[in-house]
C-alpha cells in the first residue's frame, strides 16, 4: 500500500522559498500508474490545488500561483519535492503531498500525506 | 477556470438522517468529478471518484450521482463517523475544490 510523508521547514521567513518533500513508500515514483500532487489548506479555510507532476516529468500548476511554483521528482530517492518562492504570510497553510492512480481513479487523489503545518512569520 | 459551488455550506443532522450535498460546476465537467470528507485535523479522504464510483473501502451507505454542471454526494443513514467537512473536486481542466460543506450533529 502506497504511503506518503511530507517533510520540511515549519517556518519560512516572508520573501523567502517554501521547500517540501514528499517521501513515497510502498510504490516506485517512477511508475506510470500514478500521478503526484501537493494541495494546501489555510488555517480554517478550504482546500487548493498547487500542482501535479506524472511519472513523465509533465508539470501541471494552479495558473495562481504558476509564477512562483515548482515541483520536482527525485527518482533516486523515491521522493518529489514543492518549491514556492517569495512568500508571503498568505502561504501559510497545511500543505499535503497526494497520489492518485490517475487512469483508475479519474485523477482522484487517492493517497494522501497527513500534512505538514508551514507558517510564514518573520 | 471552473468554478464549483456547494449547497448547503453547513448543515445540521441527526443519527440515521438522510443527507444530500449538492455541488454544481461553472461549466460542464463531464463525470470528472470527486468527493472528499476531511475530519479535523486529518487528510482529505477520497470517497467517490468519477462522479458515482466508490472508492475501495469505503461504507456503501455513501453514494454519488451527476453527470455536466450538477452533482450529489448522498450519505443514506448517517452515522457518529459521519460528521465531518465535505469537498467536492472537478478534474476536468487543472483541479479545483469546492468550499466545503459542514456535517454537524444536531
Known amino acids: 500500500q502506497l504511503q506518503l510523508q511530507e517533510s520540511g521547514p515549519g517556518l519560512v521567513k516572508p520573501s523567502e522559498t517554501l521547500s517540501l518533500t514528499c517521501t513515497v513508500s510502498?510504490?516506485?515514483?517512477?511508475?506510470?500508474?500514478?500521478?503526484w500532487g501537493w494541495i494546501r489548506q489555510p488555517p480554517g479555510k478550504g482546500l487548493e490545488w498547487i500542482g501535479s507532476i506524472y511519472y513523465s516529468g509533465s508539470t501541471y500548476y494552479n495558473p495562481s500561483l504558476k509564477s512562483r511554483v515548482t515541483i520536482s521528482v527525485d527518482t533516486s530517492k523515491n521522493q518529489f519535492s514543492l518549491k514556492l518562492s517569495s512568500v508571503t504570510a498568505a502561504d501559510t497553510a497545511v500543505y499535503y503531498c497526494?497520489?492518485?492512480?490517475?487512469?483508475?481513479?479519474?485523477?482522484?487523489?487517492?493517497?494522501w500525506g497527513q500534512g505538514t503545518m508551514v507558517t510564514v512569520s518573520s | 477556470d471552473i468554478q464549483l459551488t456547494q449547497s448547503p455550506s453547513f448543515l445540521s443532522a441527526s443519527v440515521g438522517d438522510r443527507v444530500t450535498i449538492t455541488c454544481r460546476a461553472s461549466q460542464g465537467i463531464s463525470s470528472y468529478l470527486a468527493w472528499y470528507q476531511q475530519k479535523p485535523g486529518k487528510a482529505p479522504k477520497l470517497l467517490i471518484y468519477?462522479?458515482?464510483t466508490l472508492q475501495s473501502g469505503v461504507p456503501s451507505r455513501f453514494s454519488g450521482s451527476g453527470s455536466g454542471t450538477e452533482f450529489t454526494l448522498t450519505i443514506s443513514s448517517l452515522q457518529p463517523e459521519d460528521f465531518a467537512t465535505y469537498y467536492c473536486q472537478q478534474l476536468n481542466s487543472y483541479p479545483t475544490f469546492g468550499p466545503g460543506t459542514k456535517v454537524d450533529i444536531k
Open positions: 497526494a497520489s492518485s492512480e490517475w487512469e483508475l481513479k479519474n485523477d482522484a487523489f487517492d493517497i
Open positions: 468519477a462522479a458515482s
Open positions: 510502498g510504490g516506485s515514483i517512477s511508475s506510470s500508474s500514478y500521478y
